[in-house]
């Protein structure tokens, strides 16, 4: 199975918006969950949206409630793309961004990284004031 590959990032200014893009592993092509988290410097990751979906027309998105109304998480279904897009950037937005791919989440576990059994390698995001 293929790892998920996150691209995007990038630097901003607060206020500012930014793009990531996670193509997913092979076992989310046809239904699952992927994730974003983050990790902060001297931080623990932590997760950021998640996005479960079961068929070609519904999924469920979770959010992080630091982020909710800034973040939003969407799919390209077909391009087996999972997109986040980041609005009213912060400063403590900054850190590196992971995607991760499982194989379902729910509202109780979304967040946890043993959900996930597929991780991309992270992307940089840094917000100045």
């Known amino acids: 199975q293929a790892q998920p590959v996150e691209s995007g990032g990038g630097s901003a200014q607060a206020g500012g918006s930014l793009r990531l893009s996670c193509r997913g592993s092979?076992?989310?092509?046809?239904?699952?969950?992927m994730g974003w988290f983050r990790q902060a410097p001297g931080k623990e990751r932590e997760g950021v949206a998640a996005l479960d979906y079961y068929n070609s027309y519904e999924s469920t998105q979770y959010y992080a409630d630091s982020v909710k109304g800034r973040f939003t998480i969407s799919q390209d279904k077909a391009a087996n793309t999972v997109n986040l897009q980041m609005n009213s950037l912060k400063p403590e937005d900054t850190g590196t961004y992971y995607c991760a791919a499982g194989e379902q989440c729910y509202a109780s576990d979304w967040f946890r990284m043993r959900t996930y059994g597929s991780w991309g390698q992270g992307t940089q995001v840094t917000v100045s004031s």
């Open positions: 092979s076992y989310t092509r046809n239904g699952g969950c």
